[in-house]
């Protein structure tokens, strides 16, 4: 199932349970305005290469949209729009007044010089300036990008609407950056991650840990973790995969991945075939990769206890959906294959909202002129996450639902509730 469909029958099954209007829930669905648009740039040889630029807007009832820009050869509208909707749902679960909005460009970044990514990035900017803004659609970095990507942006819409810090979040410090702002979907990730394991009477140290990937967020993740007193014993990226059972030494994974661009040859631990990674015997999972990585081809192998969903997206709803749903139902329903299983899984617009929440306390500082201190933002950030988690699992209790269900009925039902507040006539 691909990401769209998927992220549609999630809010379908929670616009259900919420019993929406009809007119309401397909309002709720369709976004707010869709952009492609052709990026045409000179290459360093002096050839012409064109790229497809998307950006979709897709709910404005809480607040300005708000959401990354990727740069990755498998961007397409069904991905951007899916990323779209989850943001909306997203923001709405950490109680921001942001709406959803996500970009991107069909492109591999690996293969463009840092001159060809400045011209194509300021060519996009140019190309969709007008339709984004302080208080319109506010953009970020995603996979692919970065804070200096986000300062060509910065720059570019500058020079059409005067100097506007606040149209993007994570910038580097020097051009209005948060400080905190690089570890927070990581940290925000440890903070999740402790308030389900303090449910069930744990804590992060002496836990094992296994992470699908090792870009911003699972390095991260990682390092945050093992300072937790977890024990990290496999990580993979797009080169390779290492084991420790021992648990991997992070820093030293760190330096070698800054030397060496990837995993592969790491002498800290055991080589693996990443594709068994997911599969490795451990207590906590957390892909942060890509998304669709756990299907029903291989939730049956999952060994975890637990999945933290710090991908966008990574697990199919053939492998988990929130199916267990009694409330509302003469029958119980036939339960997923992780549900069987007794795996709980933290769902993607819970457990990565870290990002989000310190892009928002970003736009915060550059609006009041005022920066914040590392320590509040950090402080600040795991009262958002611990206050997110819990109206997650009242809703839970509320609709007699999973963690899934439950933090996309609170996203859903916050959306609604602010768009029947703004007028909204069935």
Wanted: charge should be neutral; glycine fraction near 10%; aromatic fraction near 6%.
């Amino acid at each position: 199932m691909n990401a769209l469909a998927a992220t549609s029958r999630n809010f379908k099954q929670a616009a259900k349970l919420l019993a929406l209007d009809s007119k309401l829930e397909k309002s709720l669905l369709i976004p707010f305005r869709e952009i492609k648009v052709e990026c045409t740039i000179p290459k360093d040889d002096g050839t012409l290469a064109s790229y497809v630029g998307f950006r979709v807007q897709h709910d404005n009832a809480r607040g300005p949209m708000k959401g990354g820009i990727r740069y990755h050869h498998e961007v397409d509208p069904d991905e951007v729009n899916a990323l779209a909707q989850l943001m909306t749902w997203k923001t709405a679960v950490a109680n921001i007044p942001y709406g959803g909005a996500k970009g991107g460009i069909g492109c591999t970044p690996g293969e463009l010089s840092i001159s060809e990514l400045e011209r194509l990035t300021r060519v996009f900017t140019q190309k969709i300036h007008d339709l984004i803004g302080i208080h319109t659609d506010v953009p970020a970095p995603d996979m692919g990008t970065n804070s200096q990507t986000m300062a060509w942006i910065l720059d570019e819409y500058s020079k059409f609407h005067g100097h506007s810090p606040a149209v993007v979040t994570g910038k580097p410090i020097d051009l209005g950056g948060s400080l905190g702002r690089d570890a927070a979907t990581g940290r925000g990730v440890l903070f999740a991650t402790e308030a389900l394991l303090a449910e069930h009477g744990k804590g992060i140290a002496g836990q094992r840990f296994v992470i699908q990937g090792f870009g911003n967020v699972g390095s991260w993740a990682a390092q945050l973790i093992t300072e937790a007193g977890g024990k990290v014993i496999a990580i993979s990226d797009v080169t390779g995969a290492v084991k420790n059972i021992n648990g991997l030494d992070i820093s030293k994974l760190v330096n070698h991945v800054a030397e060496n661009r990837g995993i592969k040859g790491f002498n800290g631990g055991d080589a693996i075939d990443p594709n068994s990674l997911l599969t490795e015997e451990c207590d906590v999972l957390i892909p942060a990769a890509l998304g669709g990585v756990i299907n029903r081809d291989n939730a049956n192998d999952i060994k975890a206890k637990y999945i933290i969903e710090a991908a966008n997206h990574p697990t199919d709803p053939e492998a988990d959906e929130a199916s267990h749903i009694l409330i509302q139902t003469n029958c119980q329903l036939k339960k997923n294959i992780l549900s069987k299983k007794g795996v709980l899984i933290l769902p993607d617009i819970l457990a990565n909202s870290g990002g989000v929440t310190v892009s928002y306390f970003e736009w915060v500082q550059n609006i009041q002129g005022f920066m914040w201190d590392e320590e509040k933002v950090n402080a600040e950030l795991r009262t958002y996450m611990m206050r997110a988690f819990k109206d997650v699992k009242e809703m839970c209790r509320t609709h007699n639902c999973d963690l899934r269900m439950g933090a996309f009925t609170l996203g859903v039902n916050r959306v609604a509730r602010a768009t029947v507040l703004r007028g909204w006539e069935a």
